[in-house]
């Protein structure tokens, strides 16, 4: 089993930063990647972004040119930054952990709630 725990959510103004960090603890297997996906109220879950334990990543589209995924593959965690930020992208993140990279994330975290003033 695997356990995801979420950090750095919160308030912030239209044009402020926000950085979350998503640990996980257990047993993990090498070839994984982990990301984040967000949902805002009434509207599907969406995947914002993803990084395979070798670095390579992917973006949504709305996000690309602000937001930044990296991660610490000894600590096992995985950190966006999020920069310029919009009321848009209020949400709560959701970090995930899967296994192969076109496959649906096996493990989720409980959610950090991300809110942009304007």
């Known amino acids: 089993q695997v356990q995801l725990v979420e950090s750095g959510g919160g308030l912030v103004q239209a044009g402020g930063s926000l950085r979350l960090s998503c640990a996980a603890s257990?047993?993990?297997?090498?070839?994984?990647?982990m990301g984040w996906y967000r949902q805002a109220p009434g509207r599907q879950r969406e995947l914002v972004a993803q990084?395979?334990?070798?670095?390579?990543?992917d973006y949504a589209d709305s996000v690309k040119g602000r937001f930044t995924i990296s991660r610490d593959n000894v600590k096992n965690t995985v950190y966006l930054q999020m920069n310029s930020l919009k009321p848009e992208d209020s949400a709560v993140y959701y970090c995930?952990?899967?296994?192969?990279?076109?496959?649906?994330?096996?493990?989720w975290g409980q959610g950090t709630q991300v809110t942009v003033s304007s």
């Open positions: 990084i395979t334990n070798g670095g390579t990543t």
């Open positions: 995930h952990l899967k296994y192969g990279w076109s496959e649906k994330p096996k493990y």
């Open positions: 257990g047993t993990l297997f090498s070839d994984n990647a």
